[in-house]
């Protein structure tokens, strides 16, 4: 692995570390770190653990995050379907830990593709307040809407913007943002040692104006009072203290705090950056120093404090349209607000507590979809099977992780029921792992058609 790594890289992370670089440079010989980070939206760590049949060991610096196995491989689980957890490296669950998400809060992740944090995020604000997540790359925000929904987040915005349009739209909105900027991936060699290949000396200056960009846009999308947590995964000074230095320099309204450090946790150099020794409260995670990849972090404040008036426009559905929804829902034990649905083009959402749709946004997802109206009928969608819970629709068929009618369903195909297996003998049931929903499948005279998306299904 060392002699892939760049010539010019390996001479300056010498300058920076000069005792350690040795030491440094045989982290390089060690195997990657897998991790796992439990939704919380979904179920308790102590109730994960229980069920879990992976070798974990807790990440320190977050309490929901797990080391496992290369072998274990939880991908393949129908836990992971289910969205119980996320797979994360865990020096990248560092930056969503380190920012104090409360439920009721409106929270932006500005780069958020492919949503390792922003699903965290999502989770800690508990179906209350507000999740905007956006990537600038298409491709990446439809991976970023596909792991929101997997995880079961309702209360989201998912666009698909550059952050300066975001800015114009959104003035001061947010309490709390994440920008885990885009950078030259030096921390992130020994897990894609690809990255290692497209590197050179010009590439921390390139993303270092870019970065600058986009804190310019997330400063002024930040509620005076609300906190800032930027992040990078490379070890370069000019992307790390150096945008540190300038947010500084430029927003005198912009203060840096002290956050929690953990065991092999490095503070910030005031010497890498203009020399301020406020630097020392930012964060770096080197790989010679714990179990994990590169990565720099600083907690910011907003000074200042103010109130924020919310707006709500929405097309109601009409009378027909109310009747099929009345029809599906009776009885349900529904999780979101029934006066939030809006109908768009015969698709329902449930949108989020402001939607006033912020105009001129490219947007993938506003809210939760929950189904599409048809002739005579309502058919409920994938992502509303997976933000609800066992018991909060009337009928379900419930198999075990060991059930081999659960790769079948995964794949997409019909499945035979015995009488008494589902909660009722026909219609619509929440197909659960467990009791996680995976998603819905119709009952017709014991043979459940499979309704698990296309674009979903495992091959």
């Not at 379907?81 to 409360?102: D, F, K, N, R, W």
């Not at 449930?350 to 490219?362: D, S």
């Amino acid at each position: 692995m060392i002699e892939q790594l760049p010539k010019a890289f390996l001479t300056r992370m010498e300058d920076m570390l000069q005792d350690e670089y040795t030491a440094f440079l045989k982290s390089y010989e060690n195997p990657r770190h897998f991790g796992l980070r439990v939704n919380t939206l979904k179920i308790s760590v102590e109730e994960f653990l229980k069920i879990s049949p992976f070798s974990l060991t807790p990440v320190p610096w977050t309490p929901n995050g797990f080391y496992f196995e290369e072998t274990d491989h939880p991908a393949k689980h129908p836990y992971y379907a289910a969205g119980l957890y996320y797979l994360q490296e865990p020096s990248a669950m560092a930056p969503a830990a380190l920012l104090p998400v409360t439920p009721g809060d409106y929270v932006l992740d500005l780069c958020a593709a492919p949503g390792g944090k922003a699903t965290e995020l999502g989770a800690r604000l508990e179906n209350k307040g507000m999740l905007v997540a956006n990537d600038i790359s298409s491709s990446r925000a439809k991976a970023l809407q596909r792991n929101i929904e997997l995880c079961g987040i309702p209360n989201s915005f998912i666009t698909n913007e550059v952050p300066a349009s975001l800015a114009k739209a959104m003035p001061e909105f947010f309490d709390k943002i994440l920008v885990d900027a885009p950078c030259s991936g030096e921390g992130m060699f020994r897990k894609e040692p690809a990255v290692a290949k497209t590197w050179d000396e010009t590439r921390p200056a390139f993303f270092a104006k870019l970065q600058r960009e986009c804190v310019w846009s997330a400063i002024s999308m930040l509620k005076p009072g609300g906190l800032m947590l930027y992040s990078t995964c490379t070890f370069s000074p000019v992307e790390n203290e150096g945008t540190i230095s300038f947010i500084l320099e430029e927003y005198p309204d912009m203060e840096l705090l002290e956050t929690d450090s953990y065991k092999g946790f490095s503070k910030g150099n005031p010497a890498w950056g203009n020399g301020d020794p406020e630097l020392t409260k930012c964060l770096r995670i080197f790989p010679h120093r714990m179990d994990g990849e590169g990565h720099f972090m600083a907690l910011m404040r907003k000074k200042g404090s103010s109130g924020q008036t919310l707006s709500d426009f929405r097309t109601k559905p009409d009378k027909e349209a109310q009747k099929l929804l009345t029809e599906f829902f009776a009885g349900m034990d529904i999780p979101f607000p029934a006066d939030r649905i809006e109908v768009r083009s015969s698709n329902v959402y449930c949108l989020p507590p402001a939607n006033n749709h912020f105009k001129g946004i490219r947007f993938l997802r506003n809210g939760l979809f929950l189904g599409e109206l048809k002739k005579n009928r309502f058919e409920p969608s994938q992502p509303l099977a997976l933000a609800l819970k066992a018991g909060q629709f009337p009928s379900r068929l419930c198999l075990s992780p060991q059930d081999e009618r659960i790769g079948r369903y995964l794949k997409g195909e019909t499945l035979p029921v015995e009488k008494g297996e589902c909660t009722k003998d026909k219609g619509w049931q929440l197909i659960c792992v467990d009791n996680f929903p995976l998603g819905f499948g119709k009952l017709v005279n014991g043979t459940l058609k499979n309704k698990y998306p296309a674009g979903w299904r495992i091959h």
